[in-house]
């Protein structure tokens, strides 16, 4: 591990103030990925900026009928509580897919937002990887691309963004609130909190420099049947070949966002008119132009097939 000068923050203007004053600047909260990549040398932070002090630990109800989320609030606590689980059950229902009871303790909202890819080329730093060293190339294209993207990639990168919480909140219309270095508030909606990977694959969000995530807020429930599906190699401790997030209402409109398939979060409203003609309609809009690789093109059969399940479930 590269040696590295710390803080701890004492608000959230001042840590995105402190991290942007110092170059290769990085905030550290739960630390459950960025130590790993520390250890490895794939993340080389240069600060570490402690935000674990910040007040940004509370679940509240917002005045239009929704939950604010503390940036801080540990994933086995939002998996938890009873608000969530009454009203946005497909956030609980991710949060409990995701990692291990024991990460869930530590792993924070933001952070888990946050998350950098799986892809296993990406760890290893013996292999090109554009995203970890631009402009080296891409192993996994032509390589082992089993868990890799099958739609918005371009030929820089195929990473999956590897979050299952991400997935329920794009489901649910999440907005990300930040903190800019000089003070600034701004909202965004988590539609565009990610980008895709095209020539800049080490860019995977639209926060500027020292932009602090202080909290993510959940519009009023949509009610409905929420399901949460996610297939992978192994029952636990696995990151998703596929999975999908499924809000259905007793009309049979709804909503569906899908993971380990894209660079972020995969969801395209326009494929969610097609719900009540089945999951097949609905796969055909929502993994259109879609380029697998000869390794992942079962994913296409897998979502449809997944999607098919989950609305049979809901319909009871
Ligand atoms: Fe790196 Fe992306 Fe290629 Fe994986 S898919 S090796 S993360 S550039």
């Known amino acids: ?86 009203d946005y059950g497909l956030l609980s229902r991710a949060l409990l897919a995701g990692a291990s009871g024991q990460l869930r303790n530590k792993a924070t909202t933001a952070g888990n937002l946050l998350q950098r890819t799986r892809c296993p080329y990406f760890y290893d730093t013996n292999q090109p990887c554009n995203k970890r060293e631009p402009g080296s190339g891409c192993a996994a294209i032509g390589g082992f691309s089993r868990q890799h993207a099958v739609i918005g990639s371009s030929d820089a990168c195929i990473a999956t963004h590897p979050s299952d919480m991400a997935i329920a909140m794009r489901a649910l ?9 000089d003070g600034a508030t701004r909202s965004i909606p988590i539609a565009d909190l990610y980008r895709l990977p095209g020539d800049t694959p080490q860019f ?27 297939v992978r190699d192994r029952a636990s401790y696995a990151f998703a070949l596929v999975s999908v997030g499924a809000i259905v209402q007793r009309d049979g409109t709804g909503r569906v966002a899908l993971g380990g398939v ?35 093109s079962f994913k296409l059969a897998l979502a449809e097939r997944t999607l098919d399940a989950m609305l049979a479930e809901a319909k009871g």
């Open 204 to 230: 995977e969000t639209n926060l500027s420099t020292g932009e602090l995530i202080t909290a993510v807020v959940l519009p009023k429930p949509v009610g409905g049947k929420q399901i949460y599906r996610k």
């Open 1 to 86: 591990m590269r040696a590295f000068t710390y803080e701890r923050a004492h608000s959230p203007r001042e840590a995105a103030a402190a991290a942007a004053r110092t170059s290769e600047a990085k905030f550290i909260a739960g630390g459950t990925n960025l130590l790993d990549l520390m250890k490895l040398e794939i993340e080389t932070p240069a600060h570490l900026v402690d935000v674990n002090g910040l007040s940004l630990d509370k679940i509240e109800a917002t005045q239009e009928g929704g939950l604010r989320i503390g940036a801080l609030v540990r994933n086995t606590d939002l998996a938890a509580d009873a608000r969530v689980r009454r």
């Open 173 to 181: 219309d999440a907005t990300v609130e930040t903190v800019k270095p």
């Open 262 to 296: 894209a660079h972020k979060p995969w969801r395209v409203e326009a494929a969610e008119a097609e719900m009540p003609r089945g999951a097949r309609a609905v796969t055909a809009k929502l993994l259109a132009g879609a380029k697998p690789t000869q390794q992942n």
